[in-house]
């Protein structure tokens, strides 16, 4: 597997607004469905679990993590939501099937998010940086899993790998489609077209790292926009 950092953050975003043209509303239903489901299974997980009233460091930390766990069965359903955005990026089809595709591998997966998560919050426990530096570099681990048919560990280690190679620039894509989740959580319409945009975006990522681009020919440019 040839891997490259051949990318901008100016490039993966103009690319992906061009990409999202006729896909928006195929992800904005995606969206809808992600976002209602993990907020049913918060209000459940506070009910049956509720936070502590402690605000130190450590507590807080327990209990985002006690959340997480009891979030794992989701796992593969947020899997899916960032799959949509690596399929179209490669130039395939994205339809709202794609979201319950990593439910056939769902146990592995699962396992996989609580392995990270230990690890990542273990870091954060230790000296914050090693958490930060792992909640980064373990981005793909999930999509090599489906795509590469690699195994749990396999696929942390060849992400952490891959994207230390360009931790910061990823770094600093993931603040600018932070902020331009921000601005287009200003208005529904705004929603509209970030959301694709910031899917499709680090989907063109793993695709120049993990040398899977697909040909232009395949991009779909005669689509139609939403």
């Known amino acids: 597997m040839s891997t490259s950092t051949d990318w901008s953050i100016n490039g993966v975003i103009g690319e992906a607004f061009k990409?999202?043209?006729?896909?928006?509303?195929?992800?904005?239903?995606?969206?809808?469905?992600?976002?209602?489901l993990f907020v049913v299974a918060i209000q459940i997980i506070e009910t049956v679990a509720p936070?502590?009233?402690?605000?130190?460091?450590?507590?807080?930390?327990?209990?985002?993590?006690?959340?997480q766990l009891l979030l794992s069965p989701l796992a593969p359903l947020g899997i899916g939501f960032g799959l949509l955005g690596i399929?179209?990026?490669?130039?395939?089809?994205?339809?709202?099937?794609?979201?319950?595709?990593?439910?056939?591998?769902a146990i592995p997966l699962i396992a996989m998010y609580i392995l990270e998560l230990l690890l990542t919050t273990?870091?954060?426990?230790?000296?914050?940086?090693?958490?930060?530096?792992?909640?980064?570099?373990?981005?793909?681990?999930?999509?090599?899993?489906?795509?590469?048919?690699?195994?749990?560990?396999?696929?942390?280690?060849?992400?952490?790998?891959?994207?230390?190679?360009?931790?910061w620039?990823?770094?600093?894509l993931n603040l600018a489609i932070g902020l331009l989740a921000v601005l287009g959580?200003?208005?529904?319409?705004?929603?509209?077209?970030?959301?694709?945009?910031?899917?499709?975006?680090?989907?063109?990522?793993?695709?120049?790292?993990?040398?899977d681009r697909a040909t232009d020919s395949s991009r779909g440019t005669d689509s139609v926009p939403d």
């Open 185 to 211: 959580g200003l208005t529904i319409i705004g929603i509209f077209w970030v959301v694709p945009m910031i899917l499709i975006a680090l989907g063109l990522v793993y695709t120049a790292t993990f040398d």
């Open 87 to 105: 399929r179209a990026a490669m130039g395939r089809d994205v339809s709202i099937s794609t979201l319950f595709e990593p439910y056939s591998m």
């Open 19 to 36: 990409i999202q043209v006729g896909k928006k509303r195929t992800f904005f239903l995606a969206s809808l469905i992600t976002g209602a």
């Open 122 to 167: 273990l870091g954060f426990i230790l000296f914050l940086l090693p958490g930060i530096y792992l909640s980064v570099a373990y981005a793909f681990a999930p999509i090599l899993m489906i795509e590469k048919d690699m195994g749990v560990w396999e696929s942390l280690e060849a992400s952490r790998k891959a994207v230390t190679a360009y931790w």
């Open 169 to 172: 620039r990823f770094f600093f």
């Open 51 to 67: 936070s502590s009233n402690d605000l130190s460091f450590l507590t807080g930390l327990s209990d985002s993590l006690i959340q």
